[in-house]
């Protein structure tokens, strides 16, 4: 503080000799008379001054410090109060922004999620403007770059100026919600740290009023009075120096034309006042156009893909569980994804509600309608009625916004359900503007005032429901939406006799099933209508009609016995056809679009369908018969290729036209289940590859090749038949009879020893061979005993003693005659055949002579069998049936004879799956692949080695119906 010392010493050359050499000249004559006064006086001077310049000196240094001092307290003072204002107005931000934005919707629960709860980033992408899509619903274009979110593009090192443009609902305030949010939460390492998020709709009047507002002033009457004023030029401060992001929204949402251009000129204004800041502004397209911002980067807010929708409904779920129990443990969290995942399975079983999901206002709706209202689709009525009236007027009442027409909401949705009715009647889906207009200009001209049809065309257009899908030719955003109003219309102005007339016409099935879900509206006319007219699209709209409502009981029984009739053995078969062409429309009247443009029905082929599928046909049934009765409708698993194949030409042959059903590709089977979510088990899907090729499965869960069977698998389901059954004891008493009869016929020469000794190793190792085994033996070696006790005495008495713990330990039933019989162990099945069994017996006997584990088991009679570890079978079940046929024909035995038997009513699907004796097929057929190898006959061992792995694969199939076959359907 104070002079430096160069001034400080001028500052005294001045007071010792300027004043006194001033006061000289102006004192000239007073010093001429009285000279000796004025020496005194200057005396006097300089002796003051040398005083005062001592007194100075002395007390500079502690002056310094204590103005220095008072000036940092004072910066000190200000620079908290700036600190106070700073953190009061982040806890503002951050508190005003938390909840989820709910304003205008007519159904919503009582807790509110936080918006950092169920947040799913919808994606930005830049575009032209004029590329912008306009309605609620758009599609999400495939050659479009991926989705990148908002802070991408802001907090750069240059300042940008972006234009957020999408249609209503699409998320546009909420990006902005949650871009200041976690701007105000987070503020280190932020280049504008200071976020600030403006409704223009709630500034414009003082914009327009004054176009010379300034953005600080704006900005200090926009900030609601706080605990803590704000500090002088504090916000001018932050904007000069760019520390600020700016969030304008809402452009659209000022009603007239040229006061948008006004406030879209001010915002221009303030950028070039304050260009080191970010600027982002969000605006439908259509409010855009003619406001634009001179500069700015257009960025497209993309509607929900998918995943997003996925993420959004879990994220929302378990949000809304945790608020409505005040939990937070795992039974929680598997509630809240039990409720997403019936929501997102009821949805892929509604395309045309699914459609809707792209828009997250209308996300939120349903995912609302659902929680609180119960399921859907079957308040798919009540939805539509509430997206039009949120989309008309409720949100635009909710944000206190200025109409752009002076009509009524009510009125609104009047004019367009009559708008609705006209084109359902005239048969288009759009109109051309003209036309529209015209049609609309009788019921304006009733309302009171002086609409203009442009107008209320404009109001309509910018608020989604409507939009230009050519130049100058509009339609609804969704057709549904359409065929609602057109609903409500029927109901307001008695015009049922309408539906009543065209039961036999498709187009108004729809619209029929909306007005029949409109309260208060009786089903019979319609229904008696459908009976009366006895077509298969009237019956078909007729079951429809009846699901779920109130009706006449004569009517109900009616249709009972019409639908029960088609499934009694002795049914008409024209009777049996229509019926299922019923049904056919019935189950396939929900289909989803894939990016191909093709559709696919998302619900499988039912039970109740394809019953009459085999009853007309005499297909073979399915591998695992349905639970329930023939007409209830079950999902059916099991089907074959062929099943697949016959099935899809048979439903094609019921409504000959231009619909053509066929199997999905892979690519469409994926999209379907991506569709789907994480709703239902994992299913496989048969899926179509070129026009000449047999159908491919693909399993939802993109496990191995389900009809692959590895000599891995092999070996351990032999191995588990060996565990099982009785399969070894049956092969060494094999072992046991063949030495006995060798012994018997008169083989008592040099190798009698050496037979006998085998013999009694493998008696002694043997337990548990059947009682009447045991006796066969005793009666068969009596004879021979005497022979053997001369040849060796001690020999012999350990072989009676063999046959004594034999018949011991001998198990008094024989529960495995069966697959004796099928393996040709029984006394008689192999005459002179033995020999080969003598060769496969050695399964049954280690190296050692001991019996085998059930390993060694496996792996020898899969060697014997030509099977190596590293087989890999791709079986087709539809050719199994010849495969079996044409090898059991090269090898013409006892054992491929009753191996035959065995298999053809497995492969025909005779026999039911549960009661199948599988190690009696297996084993079997790899003892005669074992066979044809020794015999030379190649291919007959393969096609046993083939069989053995079918067997395999079966088996597997019975024990899980996750690998079961389900069919979907696809068309053009």
């Known amino acids: ?235 001018a401060r932050k904007l000069r120096d760019g520390d600020c992001l700016i969030l304008l929204d809402g452009l659209d949402e000022i009603a007239r034309a040229e006061d948008r251009t006004a406030v879209s000129c001010w915002i221009e204004q303030q ?59 795992p039974d929680v969290t598997l509630r809240a994804e039990q409720h997403a995942a019936d929501l997102l399975e009821r949805l892929a079983a509604a395309p045309a509600l699914y459609d809707l999901t792209v828009n997250p206002l209308l996300l939120t709706m349903i995912a609302n309608v659902h929680r609180y209202r119960g399921a859907l689709p079957g308040s798919r009525a009540e939805l539509y009625g509430e997206i039009c009236q949120v989309m008309l007027y409720r949100r635009q009442e909710a944000k206190k916004l200025q109409p752009t027409v002076d009509i009524p909401g009510a009125d609104k949705e009047t004019l367009l359900a009559h708008l609705a009715y006209t084109m359902m009647s005239r048969r288009v889906r759009d109109l ?58 029927i109901v307001t102005g008695n015009h049922a006799r309408t539906l009543i007339r065209n039961v036999d016409d498709t187009w108004w099935r729809e619209t029929t099933l909306l007005y029949l879900a409109l309260p208060g509206v009786d089903a019979d006319p319609i229904v008696r209508a459908c009976l009366r007219a006895g077509s298969h ?122 619909i053509v059903y066929r199997l999905p590709t892979e690519e469409e089977a994926r999209f379907v289940s991506a569709k789907s979510g994480s709703a239902g088990p994992p299913r496989a899907v048969w899926t179509m590859r070129e026009p000449d090729h047999p159908p491919a ?37 094999t072992r046991i009879r063949t030495l006995a009869i060798a012994l018997t016929r008169g083989c008592l020469g040099d190798d009698t020893l050496a037979l006998i000794r085998d013999l009694d190793r493998v008696l002694a190792h043997s337990g548990g061979l059947f009682v009447d085994h045991v006796r066969d033996l005793e009666r068969t070696l009596g004879p021979v005993l005497p022979h053997v006790h001369v040849l060796d005495a001690n020999l012999a008495l350990d072989l009676a003693a063999s046959l004594r713990l034999a018949r011991t ?52 009679l899969l060697e014997q069998a030509g099977l190596p570890g590293t087989a890999r079978f791709d079986v087709d079940l539809d050719v199994l049936s010849k495969t079996a046929r044409d090898a059991c024909a090269q090898l013409p035995t006892p054992v491929a004879q009753r191996f035959a038997e065995a298999m053809t009513p497995v492969l025909d699907r005779r026999s039911a799956s549960v009661g199948i004796r599988w190690a009696a097929l297996r084993l079997p057929a790899l003892v005669l692949a074992a066979e044809a190898n020794h015999l030379d006959l190649p291919e007959a061992a393969t096609g046993f080695r083939q069989l053995a792995a079918g067997i395999t694969l079966l088996q597997q199939r019975a024990d899980d119906h996750s690998r079961l076959e389900t069919i979907l359907l696809a068309r053009a």
């Open 809 to 860: 330990h001998g198990i008094a039933h024989d529960h495995e005659r069966t697959l004796g019989y099928a393996l040709g162990l029984d006394a008689g099945a192999g005459g002179d055949g033995l020999a080969t069994w003598h060769v496969l017996a050695k399964a049954a006997i280690a190296p050692d002579g001991t019996p085998s584990g059930t390993d060694h088991f496996a792996r020898s």
């Open 1 to 235: 503080m104070g002079l430096p010392p160069s001034g400080r010493a001028l500052a005294g050359v001045l007071a010792m000799v300027g004043i006194p050499a001033l006061a000289a000249v102006r004192l000239k004559e007073f010093a001429i008379a009285h000279p000796v006064a004025a020496v005194a006086l200057v005396v006097a001077y300089e002796t003051l001054l040398g005083i005062g310049t001592l007194l100075v000196r002395a007390m500079s240094k502690p002056m310094d410090r204590r103005l220095d001092q008072l000036g940092d307290a004072f910066d000190a003072a200000l620079s908290r109060q700036a600190a106070r204002y700073r953190r009061r107005y982040r806890a503002y931000v951050r508190a005003s922004l938390r909840q989820l934005d709910s304003k205008g919707l007519a159904t919503i629960g009582p807790f509110s999620p936080e918006l950092g709860e169920v947040y799913v980033d919808v994606g930005l992408t830049p575009r032209a403007p004029g590329e912008v899509p306009t309605g609620a619903l758009t599609e999400d274009p495939a050659h479009l770059p991926p989705r990148r979110a908002l802070s991408d593009f802001v907090d750069r090192e240059r300042p940008v100026v972006l234009a957020l443009l999408g249609g209503p609902g699409s998320g546009k305030t909420t990006v902005l919600r949650r871009m200041a949010y976690q701007a105000a939460a987070v503020r280190r390492g932020r280049r504008r740290s200071t976020p600030v998020m403006l409704a223009l709709r709630d500034h414009a009047p003082a914009i327009i009023e004054d176009p010379a507002l300034t953005l600080p002033t704006l900005l200090r009457t926009a900030m609601p009075d706080r605990e803590v004023a704000e500090p002088a030029g504090w916000w």
């Open 271 to 329: 950028i070039s006042v304050y260009p080191r800041n970010d600027y982002v502004v969000t605006s439908r397209p259509l409010g855009y156009e003619t406001a634009r911002i001179t500069g700015a980067d257009v960025l497209w807010v993309r509607p929900f893909n998918d995943g997003q929708v996925t993420l959004f409904l879990r994220n929302w779920y378990l949000a809304t569980e945790r608020r409505a129990t005040g939990g937070t443990g």
């Open 537 to 658: 699209p009237a019956l078909a709209l007729a079951f429809a009609a009846a699901a779920g409502r109130p009706l006449a009981p004569d009517l109900r029984q009616q249709l009972d016995d019409t639908h029960l009739l088609a499934f009694r053995p002795d049914a008409d078969p024209a009777h049996r056809r229509l019926i299922a062409g019923v049904l056919a429309t019935e189950s396939l009247s929900q289909w989803i679009a894939t990016p191909t443009g093709s559709h696919v029905c998302p619900q499988p082929v039912t039970t109740h369908l394809y019953t009459l599928f085999l009853r007309d046909t005499g297909n073979p049934p399915l591998e695992v018969p349905p639970a329930a009765p023939p007409a209830r409708a079950e999902i059916v698993i099991s089907a074959w290729a062929g099943d697949a194949r016959a099935f899809t030409a048979w439903l094609n042959s019921l409504n000959p036209g231009p």
């Open 697 to 733: 499965v693909w399993h939802s869960d993109d496990r191995s090749p389900v009809h692959t069977v590895t000599g891995a698998e092999l070996h351990r389901a032999v191995a588990a038949d060996a565990q099982a059954t009785d399969v070894l004891t049956q092969l060494r008493w």
């Open 432 to 489: 051309p503007r003209e036309a529209l207009l015209a049609a609309l200009q009788p019921r304006l001209a009733r309302l009171p005032g002086d609409v203009a049809g442009e107008d209320f065309l404009t109001d309509v257009a910018n608020n989604g429901l409507l939009v230009e899908r050519e130049h100058q030719v509009y339609a609804f955003a969704h057709h549904t939406f359409g065929e609602y109003l057109a609903a409500r219309h």
